[in-house]
C-alpha cells in the first residue's frame, strides 16, 4: 500500500491551482464588515445586532481567508524582496480581520482601517501583474 501514497503534497485555494487571484474578493467581503459595523450602530434591536455579529465574524473570516490565499499563493520570493513591507503588511491586514481587529469590533472606522490595508495590498499586487 505504500506505493499508492501521494510523494508530493500541494495545497491551493481550490481543488485544481486556477492561477487567478484578486484582492477583490477580499475588499468585497471588507466592505461588507464595514457595512455591517455601520448597520449596527443604527439600531437598537438585540436580535437585529446579534445577527449583525454573526454575520460580521463570518465575512471577516473569509476576508482572512482570502488574504491568505493571496498571501501564501500568489506572492513568491521577488514580491517579498521588491515589496520588503509585504509581510509586515499582510500580517497587520489580517490580524485587523481576526479576533484582535473587526471580529471583535462594531466600530465602522475599524473596517475602514481593514480596507484601507486591503487598499495597499492591492495597489502592490496590480504593480507586481505589471511586471
Same mark, same amino acid.
Given at each position: 500500500?505504500?506505493?499508492?501514497?501521494?510523494?508530493?503534497?500541494?495545497? *491551493?485555494?481550490?481543488? /485544481?491551482?486556477?492561477?487567478?487571484?484578486?484582492p477583490a474578493q477580499a475588499r468585497i467581503? !471588507? &466592505?461588507?464588515?464595514?457595512?455591517? %459595523? &455601520?448597520?449596527? %450602530?443604527?439600531? &437598537?434591536? #438585540?436580535?437585529?445586532?446579534?445577527? !449583525?455579529?454573526?454575520? +460580521?465574524?463570518?465575512?471577516?473570516?473569509?476576508?482572512?481567508?482570502? /488574504? *491568505?490565499? /493571496?498571501?501564501?499563493?500568489?506572492?513568491? !520570493?521577488?514580491?517579498? &524582496?521588491?515589496? #520588503? %513591507?509585504?509581510? *509586515?503588511?499582510?500580517?497587520?491586514?489580517? +490580524?485587523?480581520?481576526?479576533?484582535?481587529?473587526?471580529?471583535?469590533?462594531?466600530? #465602522? !472606522?475599524?473596517?475602514?482601517? /481593514?480596507?484601507?490595508?486591503?487598499a495597499q495590498i492591492d495597489t502592490i499586487?496590480?504593480?507586481?501583474?505589471? *511586471?
Amino acid at each position: 500500500m505504500v506505493f499508492l501514497k501521494p510523494k508530493t503534497v500541494v495545497s *491551493a485555494h481550490c481543488d /485544481l491551482p486556477c492561477g487567478v487571484y484578486d484582492p477583490a474578493q477580499a475588499r468585497i467581503e !471588507a &466592505e461588507s464588515v464595514k457595512a455591517i %459595523q &455601520e448597520k449596527y %450602530q443604527g439600531n &437598537e434591536d #438585540p436580535v437585529f445586532r446579534q445577527r !449583525a455579529v454573526l454575520i +460580521k465574524e463570518q465575512r471577516a473570516e473569509l476576508v482572512k481567508h482570502h /488574504l *491568505a490565499v /493571496l498571501w501564501h499563493d500568489y506572492f513568491k !520570493a521577488p514580491h517579498f &524582496e521588491k515589496y #520588503p %513591507q509585504l509581510h *509586515a503588511l499582510f500580517n497587520d491586514t489580517i +490580524k485587523l480581520a481576526s479576533g484582535t481587529g473587526n471580529k471583535q469590533s462594531m466600530d #465602522p !472606522a475599524d473596517g475602514q482601517k /481593514l480596507l484601507d490595508g486591503i487598499a495597499q495590498i492591492d495597489t502592490i499586487f496590480w504593480e507586481t501583474k505589471k *511586471a
